[in-house]
Each structure stands twice: as C-alpha cells, then as structure tokens.
C-alpha cells in the first residue's frame, strides 16, 4: 500500500512538471515588465525620456508584463490541463479538452452560488461584506480564489474519471457516446456538482488563513518569523496572496505618517518614504518586514538547494534536470518568481518543502532583526534588489547585510537539501524511476504476458477482438497508423496484400475497405472504444507478420433464396431529409456504405441547403464535424444521415447545426443548413446516405423513391419480415 501511494505521488509530481517548465520564462518577462514600467521607480531614477509612457522600450516592457501575467493569471487552468495529461494513462488529449471543460464549469457553478447567496451582485460587483481578496476573477468568470490549488483539484479529479471511463461502452441507442466521448460528459456533470460542494467548504479554509494574520502584527520578530511561514507554506494552494496583500496594503501590516500623511500597509510605507526620502535617515524595517527577507532566499537559498538537486540527479539525466533547474534558479534569482523551484520538489518530496518553509520564514526574521528595509514591487529577486537597495544607499536600507546571510543560507539550503535528497532518496528532477509507462513496453512484460496466456488457469487472450484486429491487419509489423472517425476504424498498413478481410469481419465489423495502403474497418459508433483497446493492444503485441487465409463472404445459395421467400408482415415508411436526387444506395461513390457495411437504406444527392427531420423523433448525436447526424424516429428506428462522401475531413466547414445531441424534432424541423457551394467545390461528392444502421434479421430496405424527392416525401421503406 505505501509503494503503491508513494508511486502515485511520484505520478502527481511528475505531471506538474509540464506546466512548471514555461513559468521560468513567464517569470522573467514578467519580473522585467512589472520592475520597468513602474512608475515610481521611472521618475524615482529620471527615466522618463527613456521608459516613460509612450516611448518604444515602455510599450516593449509592457507587452512583456503582459504575456508574462497571462501565464500567471491564468496559472489554475494551466496546471489543470497539464496535471490532466500527466496523469491520464491514455488518450491525453481528451483528458486535456476534458479537464478545461470541467474548469470552466467548477468555476461557473461556484459563480451561481455566489450570485444565488448575494455575495456578487446584479451588476457583477462584488458585496460589501464579502472578505478582500475571497473572490476574484478566474478566467473572466468571478469565483473563489482558490489559486493552483483549483487547478490540481481539477486535473486530478478529471485524469481519474478519463482513466476510469474512457473506455466506457454504452447501449447500442447511446453508443456513439461511449468510450473517450463520454470522459468531458461526465466530467461536466460531476465538476458542476464539485463547484457546488467547494462553494461551502472553500470560504472556510479563505477566512482561517484571514484571520492568522491578527498573530503577525502584535508579536514583534516573532510575528514576523510566523508571517514568513505561513506565506511560504500557502504557496501551494496559491492563496499566500489572500494572506499577505492585507500586510502590503493595509493596516494590518500597520500605519506610520510620512511628509504629513498617515500610510497604511508595509509596501505603501515604503513607497511613500522612496518619495520622501531626501528626509528620511532609514527606511523602516518594521514596514519592510513582510518582503525584505525574500531576497536572502531567493536570490542565495533555492539557488543553492537547485544545485544540490542538480548534482543529486542521475547521470543520465544531469543535462536535461540542469536546464530546467537553471532556468527556474535564474527565474527565481533575476525576478523572484520561485513556483518553478519549489514545485519540482513540492510533491515527490514534501519534507524538502516543509525545510524550505522554515528556511524562509527564518530569512523574513532575521532581515527584520538587522533592520534590513529594501523594498519591492513584484517579488524579491535581484531587479528589485538593485532598484530598491543598491540604487537606494546602504545608510538607507541596510542591503549590504543581505549578502553574507545570503551566502550563508545558499551552503544551508545545499548541504540540507543534498543531505536529504541523498539520504532518503527523492525522486528530484534528475532523480526519478523509470517512467511506469515506459515499462509497459519492455521485452520482458512482452516474455510475462506470453507465460501468462500459456500458463494454467490463465487467460488465453487478454483482448481477443484486438488480438484478431492485429492479425487481420497482417500484424503489429504491418501496421503503420492507427485512428477513428464517425464509425470507422482507420489504419494505414505497410503491405495491403496482408489483409485479411474475414479475420477483420469476425470481430464484429460489418464491412471493411481497401483504399491503397489506407484499411478502413467498419464498427459503428463504438468504434472509439474499439481503437482505445487496439492501441493498448498494440503497446506489447508481438511484433511479427501474419499471412492472409482466403475466406468466403458469399451467402450460401440456399440462405439468399430462403430470404427473398419470407413474408412480409409489416412495413416502416421512412421520409427523404433531403430535397434533391434519390438514387439505390449501390450508386454511392464510396464502397463502404455501397456493399451496406454502414447499414441498408438510399442516397440523395442535395438541391436544397437545409437537411431536415425525416420523422418525429429525437436527435441522437451531431458528429463534432456536424457532416452527420445520428437519429432516432418515435418508432425506434436508428437511421445515420450522412451529407456528402470524406465530408469529415472538411472539419466542419460548410456546415451549421441547428439542432443538439438528444433535441426532439418534429418531422420537417430543419437540423443542418449547408453551404452547398463549398460542399461542391471541396468534398469529394455531396451524394448523402441515409441509412438503418440498426436492422434486425428480419427486416430489409426496399426503395420507394428515385429520382426528384422533396424533404418529407417517403424515400425507403423497412419491410419486416415473418
């Protein structure tokens, strides 16, 4: 059980690194961008002419501080979207739309519940009585401020339902919904109802870290080593703003008159004696002391504790842990930005970040003790350090004393991380296990699956229908590429000739098509589920060849004629979608729905652009490219109707839907508008099958209609025989 916990932490870890690896960058842009375009530090340093308002290096400085906030603004649903994809075992990219879905969706339902409770008013703004900094804008939707903590929740929530259904099959009626499609559908639905839940649970965790901040003020170095450490061990859930703004820019980090006016808050204080300071001897440490002891661990301390991971990583992976970790320390030393350092050890070794909280909340104490009163505008990096230190004099701020404790906390973070790393073996960048998903693919799990079919009481097959795919399609060395559409497994092989179409048929497919080197197998709408199972399959089958066995497809004489004998005691009319040309679906320029390996029904070549209900009935699906739509009529008929041929590769184009997945229609409601010009032009033919894709033994097509058919007049009917 341990193992099994700590190999999933390791998982976690590993999925954050994906977002970490762009904050460096983003750290340095927006370090850059704030530090520059301040307006203090502008006229403090007669910089006008040069990065004033107006001038090209100002806007250069702006766009940087932009596309630096972006990141950072945005950092939740960033780390949702990559902790979503380090974490899914397949099919990441569904895992990833699926986990912004379910982003949007947490946050729009805590927004209800604030607007449903008065705590966002009408107008949008926020109430009075609501705590600062609680709400905040996520993503343009007002929410709680819940920071990268939000994000995680999501990530890990969605990763864990994308690997628990993606691979889901549903009724034949709801299929077309099944396997990856249905990870976003249940990821909506169970975030809406986690956006309810955190409604409540959230504002309490807000309001405990609120009120820590009365222990800070009234306790002197002790507060402010208590300060350090609840700001650095809130980083994690990225509310360590909620708690230290109000120190900042509030009385809570208390009040002083400066050239005849009472200021509020620590950074105000010092920015207001910055423009008096022609009379001040000493800026004020005691305002100071909520961001003067940054600067010793971020520009000496985790630069140190980098260089222990660096020189703890495996030799193999010394280069590429040293470009991350140099890029994170030079992000963390140049702008202050630490996130990228602290989150490549927060989570597989939380006890390193537990010496880092101390470490930190120690260099906030010992700055107040020396009376160390450098100031800052973004975080404590060395732009702020030289604006607001150097620049400043020591008489002034002390800054001097910064150096030998830096020097001494960079040989305290080495030695303790390195002494920590090694001795109990954390898996820091560099340091990691083989990546479990590459295991799957060795030899010898290819050597225990072979024993294990052979063995007793084992499984002859661990997947049989994928299994027969592989040797349909002349095995896992003759398969080039794997993908789906709508209904149809796609494969490109290296040898067609390899192919062995009954093989592929007695695994359920209806049909199969040859197109050069291209093998399209016909499934149906589960078919997603299907090419999940193959490309499992695929991972660790035996990469060999397989040598095709002729088979007969041709019904027996005696079947075929018995058929055609049988009464009809019944018969379904089904209506044209479409006005234009009917014609017998054997005229389809496709072989797939011409041999009826999609199923039976007609074709109609399109006059009019609105595709409209046959019958009344229900909307099953509209495929994502909205060329199809799936429908089923009062009298549970199936039917697929598909406008034109290959119109899927159009990605949409030349199509509206005008209806949704599960709508009731009545008959003659138009459900697609086409842009039949486009079509014309762009698709390979705009012939459009309509099909049964869901008929019984008993039941066959017989044409009512060729020719000119109007939407709504009768196109084919279903004879259901004795």
Not at 293 to 301: P, R
Not at 405 to 422: E, R, S
Not at 546 to 568: D, F, L, W, Y
Not at 687 to 694: A, I, K
């Amino acid at each position: 059980m341990k193992d099994k916990i700590f190999s999933v932490l390791q998982r976690v870890g590993r999925s954050f690194m994906l977002p970490i690896a762009i904050l460096p960058v983003a750290g340095l842009l927006l370090g850059i961008g704030s530090s520059f375009t301040n307006a203090t530090t502008i006229e403090t340093y007669g910089l006008t002419k040069i990065l004033g308002d107006g001038t090209l290096l100002h806007s250069l400085l702006v766009i940087m501080n932009s596309v630096g906030s972006a990141v950072f603004n945005n950092l939740p649903l960033i780390f949702a979207v990559g902790v979503a994809i380090g974490m899914a075992q397949k099919e990441k990219e569904v895992a990833a739309l699926s986990s912004v879905i379910a982003f949007f969706v947490m946050n729009t339902a805590i927004n209800a519940m604030l607007t449903i409770t008065g705590q966002i008013l009408d107008n949008g703004e926020i109430a009075e009585n609501v705590l600062e900094g609680t709400i905040t804008s996520v993503c343009g939707i007002q929410s709680l401020q819940m920071g990268v903590f939000g994000g995680i929740i999501v990530g890990l929530g969605v990763a864990a339902l994308h690997n628990r259904f993606y691979k889901i099959q549903l009724p034949n009626a709801l299929s077309f919904f099944g396997g990856t499609r249905f990870v976003p559908i249940i990821s909506t639905i169970v975030y809406m109802f986690v956006g309810i839940l955190l409604y409540f649970v959230w504002p309490v965790v807000q309001t405990g870290i609120y009120a820590l901040g009365g222990l800070v003020t009234g306790s002197g170095y002790v507060g402010t080593l208590i300060f350090g450490l609840i700001k650095r061990a809130l980083i994690p859930f990225g509310l360590h703003h909620v708690f230290y703004m109000p120190f900042w820019q509030t009385a809570v980090g208390g009040t002083m008159e400066v050239a005849g006016q009472m200021v509020q808050g620590g950074q105000n204080i010092f920015f207001a004696q910055l423009a008096d300071s022609a009379n001040i001897a000493h800026f004020s440490a005691d305002a100071t002391r909520y961001f003067s002891g940054e600067f010793i661990f971020m520009i000496f301390g985790l630069p140190g504790a980098a260089l222990a991971m660096y020189q703890c990583a495996k030799p193999e992976k010394k280069k590429a842990a040293g470009g991350l970790l140099l890029s994170a320390a030079l992000a963390c030393m140049a702008t202050g930005i630490t996130e990228p350092l602290e989150f490549s050890f927060l989570f597989v070794a939380p006890a390193l970040f537990v010496v880092q909280v101390v470490l930190a909340g120690t260099a906030y104490m010992i700055a107040h003790m020396l009376n160390i009163a450098v100031g800052l505008t973004f975080s404590g990096g060395l732009l702020d350090f030289f604006l607001f230190g150097i620049l400043q004099g020591n008489a002034k701020t002390s800054w001097i004393r910064v150096i030998p404790v830096g020097i001494i906390y960079f040989f305290l973070y080495y030695f303790i991380f390195k002494f920590m790393i090694k001795k109990f073996d954390f898996k820091t960048p560099g340091r990691e296990d083989d990546d479990v998903e590459t295991k799957l693919y060795t030899k010898a799990d290819v050597n225990a699956r072979r024993e294990a079919q052979n063995g007793e009481g084992g499984d002859a097959i661990s997947d049989p229908v994928s299994e027969a795919i592989t040797r349909g399609l002349g095995g896992k060395k003759n398969i080039n590429d794997v993908d789906c559409c709508a209904t149809r497994l796609r494969c490109t092989v290296k040898d067609a000739s390899l192919v062995n179409d009954g093989i592929l048929k007695a695994t359920g497919a209806s049909g199969v098509v040859h197109k050069g080197l291209g093998v399209q197998v016909i499934y149906g709408p589960n078919v997603t589920v299907i090419k999940s199972n193959l490309e499992d399959y695929l991972e660790t089958a035996p990469d060999t060849l397989e040598t095709p066995a002729e088979t007969s497809e041709t019904a027996p004489e005696s079947e075929q004629k018995e058929e055609a004998e049988r009464k009809v005691i019944d018969r379904i009319v089904i209506s044209s979608p479409i006005t234009g040309v009917a014609a017998d679906l054997a005229t389809a320029p496709d072989e797939a729905f011409a041999q009826k390996m999609m199923g039976d029904g007609a074709v109609v070549t399109p006059e009019d652009p609105y595709v409209r209900a046959p019958e009344d009935g229900e909307v099953a699906f509209v495929f994502d490219t909205r060329h199809a739509i799936g429908f089923v009529t009062e009298s549970g008929i199936s039917l697929l109707i598909h406008v034109g041929i290959d119109t899927v590769k159009l990605n949409g184009e030349g199509f509206e839907a005008l209806v949704e997945s599960g709508q009731e229609v009545k008959k003659g409601d138009p459900m697609l508008k086409l842009d039949l010009d486009y079509l014309s032009k762009n698709a390979p033919s705009i012939v459009s099958p309509v099909l049964c894709t869901e008929l019984e033994d008993n039941q066959r097509i017989h044409l009512l209609n060729e020719g000119q058919v109007k939407a709504g007049e009768p196109l084919f009917e279903i004879e259901v025989l004795q």
